[in-house]
């Protein structure tokens, strides 16, 4: 695996694009932005997608785009994708990393990507799910920061958008972690489940390899 030159700057956080033993991460104040202890990177993204499992040709929204890994691989899906994400600093990294070049080589600017193409907003998720009607996309990645640093990707209020926006029977991924590992985890999910089930969504599917819920609406 070809080692990539280190990026690291301040600017309001710490950011730092790390190598592993698989495609780079990047760490935000020392967090690591993917899971690499069991899994690489790319291995963690590719069976993310391979979970959610997105028709070919369908419109799937991507909430928080990091290095782009989840969307390189639902661009080899054959799926259109919009995909969010707040901080312009990881954006800006990204461009840096040669394995987030795909993603690069596939933007289009058109409001409704083509297939095999992807469009980045690059603004606050709470407020882009706003701006999207009813029953808009067939599949959902939200890859959320931990529990702790972004609460408000996992409120009441963000789930009823989500459940708002997806088609009837559509799918999301929801990456959750592990914070049952710690003392108050288990009363994290138990709220999380509550709040998916409050919103609308009756099924959901733990998948505790890649810390992820699959939720049917």
């Given at each position: 695996?070809?080692?990539?030159k280190e990026?690291?700057?301040?600017?309001?956080?710490?950011?730092?694009?790390?190598n592993?033993?698989?495609?780079?991460t990047i760490q935000?104040?020392g967090?690591?932005?993917?899971?690499?202890?069991?899994l690489t990177?790319?291995?963690?993204a590719?069976?993310?997608?391979?979970?959610l499992?997105?028709?070919?040709?369908s419109?799937?929204?991507?909430?928080?785009?990091?290095?782009?890994?989840?969307?390189?691989?639902?661009?080899?899906?054959?799926c259109?994708?919009?995909?969010?994400?707040?901080?312009?600093?990881?954006?800006?990294?990204?461009?840096?990393?040669?394995?987030?070049?795909?993603?690069?080589?596939?933007?289009?600017?058109?409001?409704?990507?083509?297939?095999?193409?992807?469009?980045?907003?690059?603004?606050?998720?709470?407020?882009?799910?706003?701006?999207?009607?009813?029953?808009?996309?067939e599949?959902i990645?939200?890859?959320?920061?931990?529990?702790?640093?972004a609460e408000e990707?996992?409120?009441h209020?963000?789930?009823?958008q989500?459940?708002?926006?997806?088609?009837?029977n559509?799918?999301?991924?929801?990456?959750?972690?592990?914070?049952q590992?710690?003392?108050?985890?288990?009363h994290?999910?138990?709220?999380?489940?509550?709040?998916?089930?409050?919103?609308?969504?009756?099924?959901?599917?733990?998948?505790?390899?890649?810390?992820?819920?699959?939720?049917?609406?």
């Amino acid at each position: 695996m070809q080692k990539v030159k280190e990026i690291k700057f301040f600017n309001q956080h710490f950011y730092k694009l790390v190598n592993t033993s698989g495609w780079p991460t990047i760490q935000i104040d020392g967090i690591q932005m993917h899971r690499i202890s069991r899994l690489t990177p790319e291995l963690d993204a590719a069976k993310k997608v391979e979970v959610l499992n997105p028709s070919p040709g369908s419109l799937v929204l991507e909430i928080c785009t990091g290095l782009g890994y989840t969307t390189i691989f639902l661009l080899k899906k054959h799926c259109a994708v919009i995909t969010i994400e707040k901080d312009e600093n990881v954006i800006y990294i990204a461009r840096q990393n040669p394995y987030s070049k795909p993603l690069f080589e596939n933007l289009t600017e058109q409001e409704i990507p083509p297939v095999g193409k992807a469009r980045i907003i690059i603004n606050d998720a709470t407020e882009v799910v706003k701006t999207f009607v009813d029953n808009y996309f067939e599949y959902i990645l939200h890859d959320p920061p931990r529990f702790n640093v972004a609460e408000e990707l996992y409120s009441h209020n963000f789930y009823a958008q989500l459940f708002r926006i997806l088609k009837p029977n559509g799918k999301i991924l929801h990456y959750i972690g592990s914070p049952q590992k710690k003392s108050k985890g288990k009363h994290i999910i138990d709220n999380i489940i509550r709040r998916l089930k409050t919103v609308g969504f009756k099924k959901i599917e733990a998948f505790a390899e890649i810390e992820c819920f699959l939720i049917t609406k």
